[in-house]
């Protein structure tokens, strides 16, 4: 029967995979059929437009060179028509004296003939006929205004649509994810030395494989890249996947997007599981605050919210990551008594991972480290074999200390304001550093047989907390030793309570030794802490009395938290 329960769970989650990747494939069709309507109608509106350009231009260069010959028959016509003014009247000055000579010389006076010669003789040489050059002054010919358009009729009976550039390939193989950096490689399928620049667009995810239309981030656009490839630097890491695309642009038009490509950031985020909380208390997403009503109100509204909610369906049920702690730890009850325990909501069973913690040290009590995920619903952190944690009590004394397994170390370290937390799942490592100077306060080691869960305990205050990545250890891990009088190791709770930090013993220099391979905060190496950026603030708030008695008044003391995933 539970076999085929399990059989049953698995075709239930498969079917569940499939319907959501065919339900995202219809919802991705459904988008490409309206891309396709509104780019169609785009495109064919340019056309209208670029013909429509076209003709303008033709009847405007027709109307310009029509003005063109106008211009020129008139000037010619009207050069034209006064020389031949000037010719008749010149003609007709010339017939009259020729008359005048004609009648002069058949005449038979002879008194007045010597005077009249003489007078014919002068209004010839003042004669216009004499004065004027036969040569016309424009000519008739009109061929230098013809036109031949043949190559232009060419050209236009060539006219084609835009050539496009080659769709890009992303090479998965050379590119690389490292440290909040991607580098993204691509390749053209034949060389085009008319390409312009590329646009490169990534987008952040928490899904595997293609695009979703519904995703939770937006397209983010580098434009104006000249090269084949891109790094992308000063990300965040707190999604598994970010998913990566490019396309090519000449002068004119920008191809296609190539295919998508996903790359896995090896993120380590969480929140906190409210299903795990003390009901002391009040956790919601990324909040938790003390509450002095044990959180009944919130019970009963989670309670009556409980069956509308998406979060329980069957298939978001089936959907869910089995690091999540909602699935992986059925029938878990509530921290209790003086436990006043949160853990995290994501587990790590294997690699390497790195988180940072922003304590106020006003805080009353405050622990953080790791635990199994089986510690028991009474236990306080450190206090048995299933946690890990950094300690700090500010009770009546301020201390800080290193607790597992009911043992406790007194850290004589400066108490520092950010707490980083190295957890080595293979090696059974657990380190925590001092954030800012990057030196080791403490390290368990120990060797799993379970996944272990983040885990933290706060009384009588509240805490902030926010999520980010990084990939690579050796920027944030150096392999140098800890410095002298950093304590480097607390092996299975096996030193006395209320032990300094200091020097080794000579009994414990073999010890020491093997902490050589210890992982170290080197500050020349450690840029990875140097820029981290937090975000989605998580506020935890308790109610400390006051000096009246009121046990709701609340005070803030803020923790950050800033995770890491280390590769």
């Known amino acids: 029967m539970g076999d085929q329960k399990e059989s049953l769970r698995k075709i239930t989650h498969t079917l569940a995979v499939k319907n959501e990747e065919i339900s995202n494939f219809i919802c991705t069709l459904k988008q490409s059929l309206e891309n396709l309507e509104a780019n169609s109608n785009r495109v064919q509106d340019d056309l209208q437009s670029e013909f429509g350009s076209l003709h303008a231009a033709l009847d405007e260069m ?241 309670e009556k919210n409980r069956t509308n909610s998406p979060l329980h369906s069957p298939a978001r049920s089936a959907l869910m990551s089995p690091k999540r702690a909602p699935t992986a730890r059925p029938g878990r009850d509530r921290f209790t008594a003086e436990s006043y325990t949160v853990l995290a909501d994501t587990m790590i069973d294997a690699g390497q991972q790195y988180w940072e913690v922003k304590l106020d040290k006003e805080s009353k009590a405050f622990a953080v480290g790791i635990a199994l995920r089986s510690l028991g619903r009474f236990d306080q952190l450190g206090k048995s074999s299933a946690s890990w944690c950094i300690h700090l009590n500010n009770w009546l004394q301020q201390s800080l200390t290193a607790k597992h397994n009911n043992k406790a170390r007194t850290l004589d370290c400066p108490i520092p304001n950010t707490i980083g937390v190295y957890v080595n799942y293979d090696e059974g490592v657990v380190s925590f550093y001092n954030a800012k100077t990057k030196q080791l306060m403490h390290t368990f080691r120990t060797k799993f047989q379970q996944p272990v869960i983040p885990a933290f305990m706060v009384r009588k205050r509240s805490l902030e907390a926010s999520v980010a990545g990084v990939t690579d250890l050796k920027t944030v891990l150096g392999r140098a030793s800890p410095p002298a009088g950093v304590e480097r190791e607390f092996l299975r709770g096996d030193r006395p309570a209320g032990s300094q930090c200091g020097p080794e013993r000579p009994e414990e220099e073999q010890r020491h030794q093997q902490l050589q391979r210890q992982p170290h905060l080197d500050a020349a190496t450690a840029t990875g802490l140097s820029s981290i950026r937090l975000q989605s603030p998580l506020q935890v708030e308790s109610s400390a009395p006051t000096a009246g008695g009121d046990a709701h008044s609340r005070t803030a003391a803020p923790l950050n938290l800033g995770c890491f995933c280390l590769a």
Not at 162 to 189: F, G, H, K, R, Y
Not at 207 to 216: A, F, K, M, Q, S
Not at 251 to 268: D, M, R, Y
Request: aromatic share 6%; with cysteine.
């Open 62 to 302: 027709k109307e310009n060179m029509l003005t063109r010959i106008k211009q020129e028959r008139a000037s010619r016509t009207y050069e034209l028509q006064n020389q031949l003014s000037a010719c008749s009247k010149a003609l007709e000055s010339s017939e009259e004296l020729l008359e005048l000579a004609n009648q002069t010389l058949c005449s038979s006076e002879t008194d007045g003939f010597t005077q009249a010669a003489k007078d014919i003789k002068d209004s010839v040489t003042m004669a216009p006929a004499f004065r004027l050059s036969l040569k016309a002054k424009a000519s008739d010919n009109m061929s230098h205004l013809m036109v031949d358009f043949s190559q232009e009729r060419e050209m236009l009976q060539g006219l084609k649509f835009l050539p496009v550039p080659a769709t890009p390939e992303i090479q998965v193989s050379e590119c690389q994810v490292c440290d909040n950096t991607v580098t993204i490689v691509w390749t053209l399928p034949e060389p085009d030395n008319k390409i312009e620049h590329y646009i490169l667009e990534h987008r952040r995810t928490n899904h595997e494989g293609p695009p979703r239309i519904r995703e939770d981030y937006p397209w983010m656009v580098v434009e104006g890249i000249r090269e084949t490839e891109h790094t992308l630097t000063g990300l965040r890491f707190d999604t598994r996947f970010m998913t990566f695309r490019v396309r090519a642009c000449n002068k004119a038009v920008a191809g296609e997007f190539s295919e998508p490509v996903t790359l896995e950031t090896h993120a380590f985020t969480f929140k906190l599981d409210s299903s795990s909380a003390h009901q002391n208390l009040k956790v919601d997403d990324l909040s938790v605050e003390w509450d002095s009503s044990g959180g009944k109100v919130q019970e009963i509204r989670k």
